[in-house]
């Protein structure tokens, strides 16, 4: 594994910057608050803050099991999972049960695939990393399109921004905890944290405005 290791680094730094490239700035393009100001409009900008950061922490938790094989993976896997189904409840009051169910679903998939990039990884296997790794934002294009057809106010393209962006930040998690950088580890989680309130407040703020009479 320390030998595969360098060339593990090579491939996984080209699928991040190579066969996904970004083009995100910080310009104050994406929301970095949910312009809201009403009870409910607060209450769904939190509700939506705390399953994004459950998302998040989960996330994280999973690689730190996963690649210690820590006794604790299955159910930090099962407890993941389910925050993917809580993030679909919270869209049916305004999209109904068949459009909660299929962002569930997407979302679990998301879990799922990413499952499968950090266990190729882990395990050197460069052809698995580069099949998943494509599979997984391919999973991100069909997230963002099937949002974007929900409400007007969501952009594919800036949907699938954020959401590269999210799968960068897990990469550069996975990517620092293989070199045993606990200090980069760290940062990238922080950074992590940080930019999965963008993808919350996004949906609050598209939410709001598509509904104003709930608001």
């Not at 998302?55 to 896997?77: E, F, G, M, N």
Request: hydrophobic letters at 40%; charged letters at 25%; glycine letters at 4%.
């Amino acid at each position: 594994m320390k030998k595969q290791l360098p060339k593990l680094m090579v491939l996984l730094a080209f699928l991040l910057f190579v066969v996904s490239p970004l083009t995100i700035e910080a310009k104050g393009k994406h929301h970095s608050q949910a312009h809201c100001f009403t009870k409910p409009s607060i209450q769904l900008m939190n509700t939506m803050r705390r399953l994004w950061t459950d998302h998040t922490t989960w996330t994280r938790s999973y690689i730190v099991s996963a690649l210690s094989d820590l006794p604790d993976r299955d159910k930090v896997v099962e407890r993941l999972l389910r925050n993917q189904d809580d993030i679909g409840n919270a869209i049916k009051p305004y999209y109904g049960e068949a459009a909660s169910n299929k962002l569930a679903e997407l979302l679990r998939e998301h879990i799922l695939l990413a499952g499968k990039v950090v266990e190729a990884a882990k395990s050197g296997n460069q052809g698995e990393l580069e099949k998943y790794n494509k599979e997984w934002y391919r999973n991100a294009d069909d997230i963002a399109v099937f949002l974007s057809k929900a409400n007007p106010n969501w952009s594919t393209k800036e949907l699938k921004d954020l959401l590269y962006m999210h799968l960068r930040m897990v990469t550069d998690q996975v990517v620092t905890r293989l070199k045993k950088d606990w200090y980069a580890e760290i940062i990238a989680y922080d950074q992590g944290v940080d930019h999965i309130m963008k993808i919350a407040d996004a949906l609050t703020t598209g939410i709001v405005k598509q509904f104003p009479n709930k608001f």
